[in-house]
């Protein structure tokens, strides 16, 4: 059985993903099958429970990704974390969904969002390695990132056929990477 906090915020993500964050708490205590005053004492406001359905989710993302071995190719290093993540994002579409709108509407807070950031030390690492490499087109670590993100997202969105999956990171592998100086080719 699953704690009352978990609970909670389960019932958010399927009543966000349905109508929205403008759900109110009492739907959302109610959907959860506990009172509004139970909702309250996990979470004391409706921007704390925001906070921690985004943290709670970036934290599970995270940890899909896990740890990859730094000794690896780096595009091995990226296709391993491009594959847990999209993994991650089509084992559960609702709460994908959820979490990419608190995240580009601003309703997680500040706090939330880097707390959440925190975890990502694996992918973070793999881009600073990249970025040491010399392997990455001239653009700032974050619009890369953001890149990288949004090729995800079209991949879901697509409703992309499977076998399509490493075609597609073949893709996004070449629009953040330099290309190979041709036999000839002067710098």
């Known amino acids: 059985m ?12 399927t009543l966000f993903d ?9 739907n959302v205590a109610k959907a959860a099958g506990v009172s509004n005053g139970t909702l309250f004492n996990y979470f004391p406001s409706k921007q704390d429970l925001l906070d921690a359905l985004y943290t709670r989710t970036k934290t599970e993302l995270a940890e899909a990704i896990g740890d990859v071995d730094p ?47 925190a975890g990502f030390a694996v992918p973070r690492r793999i881009l600073e390695d990249a970025e040491a490499q010399g392997v990455l087109i001239d653009l700032p670590a974050e619009y890369l990132s953001a890149l990288v993100q949004q090729q995800l997202e079209l991949v879901v969105e697509a409703q992309l056929d499977p076998a399509l999956h490493d075609t597609a990171f073949d893709a996004m592998w070449k629009s953040i990477t330099r290309a190979p100086l041709s036999q000839g080719a002067t710098p």
Do not use: C, F
């Open 71 to 117: 000794g690896l190719p780096i595009r091995d290093q990226v296709h391993l974390v491009w594959s847990r993540w999209l993994n991650w994002m089509l084992d559960d579409l609702a709460r994908n969904r959820v979490v990419r709108l608190l995240h580009q509407s601003g309703l997680a807070s500040a706090d939330a969002v880097d707390e959440a950031l």
């Open 2 to 13: 699953k704690h009352r906090p978990e609970q909670i915020l389960d019932a958010a993500i």
């Open 18 to 26: 349905a109508d929205g964050v403008g759900v109110s708490t009492a």
